[in-house]
């Protein structure tokens, strides 16, 4: 682990676009300062991912100055959209569970609609350090997260993906690979460890900042999704059900809970604690 490294940072502004990859990036209480605090919601208020619709690959979400985004995708002009004024919040569904979150324009709403070819749209949380709870199982007092699918960061290895994909080479779909990693839309890599090193790690730290590991992360059908077409396949679940499956859960990755803010920058030493 003596050369393990931060290889890259990834924020999402808007849950299931497309995000950017920053060479540095603040961790607040409930991950990277502007990741996932934006989301698209149906008629009923329940959350729209990639799930459901795979064409939010092709859209794409940049952070803009004071927590706003600027919105894009292919045959459409892009949109800046501010943080919503305070106002009455809506009732999001988020896997079951009800938060509130501020609606944002109408101009949103009617721009990622048609881009999705339904009516959907577009909420922030305004509060993020009250609004949604961590799974009490698998927390500590007072640990929030944002509009991401559990928990505040998702770490990934590199040398863990190029095992998978070293798996999915030698077996029956093997045309489908190797799968690059923005399948798993991961908040950081790291780099210089072993193959699934990560899976023995309860804490560490990434330069300044401290982690616990809350739980491994259990992928879905997310990941077999090529993020340039829209197109799905069978991989990876194909290849994790048969090596990386614990009881249900097809696992690649671990999620982080920040035990203290602080800055991340590519290239940080990545420290096992326990």
Same mark, same amino acid.
């Given at each position: 682990?003596?050369?393990?490294?931060?290889?890259?940072?990834?924020?999402?502004?808007?849950?299931?676009?497309? &995000?950017?990859?920053? #060479?540095?990036?603040?961790?607040?209480?409930?991950?990277?300062?502007?990741?996932?605090?934006?989301?698209? /919601?149906?008629?009923?208020?329940?959350?729209?991912? =990639?799930?459901?619709?795979?064409? %939010?690959?092709? +859209?794409?979400?940049?952070?803009?100055?004071? &927590?706003?985004?600027?919105?894009?995708?292919?045959? =459409?002009?892009?949109?800046?959209?501010?943080?919503?004024?305070?106002?009455?919040?809506?009732?999001?569904?988020?896997?079951?569970?009800?938060?509130?979150?501020?609606?944002?324009?109408?101009?949103?709403?009617?721009?990622? *609609?048609?881009?999705?070819?339904?009516?959907?749209?577009?909420?922030?949380?305004?509060?993020?350090?009250? #609004?949604?709870?961590?799974?009490?199982?698998?927390? =500590?007092?007072?640990?929030?997260?944002?509009? @991401?699918?559990?928990?505040?960061?998702?770490?990934?290895?590199? +040398? *863990?993906?190029? +095992?998978?994909?070293?798996? /999915? +080479?030698?077996?029956?779909?093997? @045309?489908?690979?190797? %799968?690059?990693?923005?399948?798993? #839309?991961? *908040?950081?890599?790291?780099?210089?460890?072993?193959?699934?090193?990560?899976?023995?790690?309860?804490?560490?730290?990434? &330069?300044?900042?401290?982690? #616990?590991?809350?739980?491994?992360?259990?992928?879905?059908?997310?990941?077999?999704?090529?993020?340039?077409?829209?197109? =799905?396949?069978?991989?990876?679940?194909?290849?994790?059900?048969?090596?990386?499956?614990?009881?249900?859960?097809?696992?690649?990755?671990?999620? %982080?809970?920040?035990? @203290?803010?602080?800055? /991340?920058?590519?290239?940080?030493?990545?420290?096992?604690? *326990?």
């Amino acid at each position: 682990m003596g050369n393990a490294r931060l290889r890259s940072i990834h924020v999402h502004p808007v849950k299931s676009f497309r &995000g950017v990859s920053p #060479r540095e990036a603040v961790v607040e209480p409930w991950g990277l300062a502007g990741d996932r605090r934006w989301t698209l /919601i149906d008629d009923g208020g329940k959350v729209v991912t =990639r799930r459901e619709q795979p064409r %939010l690959a092709l +859209a794409a979400a940049e952070p803009l100055p004071g &927590g706003g985004v600027r919105l894009s995708a292919p045959g =459409r002009e892009p949109l800046e959209v501010a943080v919503p004024e305070p106002a009455a919040t809506v009732a999001v569904d988020v896997f079951g569970t009800e938060v509130a979150a501020v609606p944002a324009s109408g101009t949103s709403h009617a721009w990622c *609609s048609a881009h999705l070819g339904e009516d959907v749209r577009l909420v922030h949380m305004d509060e993020p350090g009250s #609004r949604r709870p961590l799974d009490p199982e698998f927390a =500590r007092p007072g640990e929030t997260v944002s509009f @991401a699918d559990g928990y505040p960061l998702l770490l990934t290895g590199a +040398a *863990s993906l190029g +095992a998978l994909n070293e798996l /999915i +080479a030698r077996g029956e779909h093997a @045309a489908e690979g190797p %799968l690059p990693m923005n399948r798993f #839309r991961p *908040s950081v890599v790291v780099e210089g460890t072993e193959p699934w090193a990560e899976d023995g790690w309860s804490a560490l730290s990434i &330069g300044e900042v401290d982690f #616990r590991v809350a739980r491994p992360c259990a992928r879905c059908v997310v990941t077999t999704t090529d993020q340039d077409t829209t197109r =799905r396949g069978r991989e990876p679940l194909h290849t994790l059900a048969r090596h990386r499956r614990t009881g249900g859960r097809l696992l690649f990755g671990q999620n %982080l809970v920040p035990l @203290a803010p602080g800055t /991340i920058r590519v290239g940080d030493p990545v420290r096992v604690l *326990s």
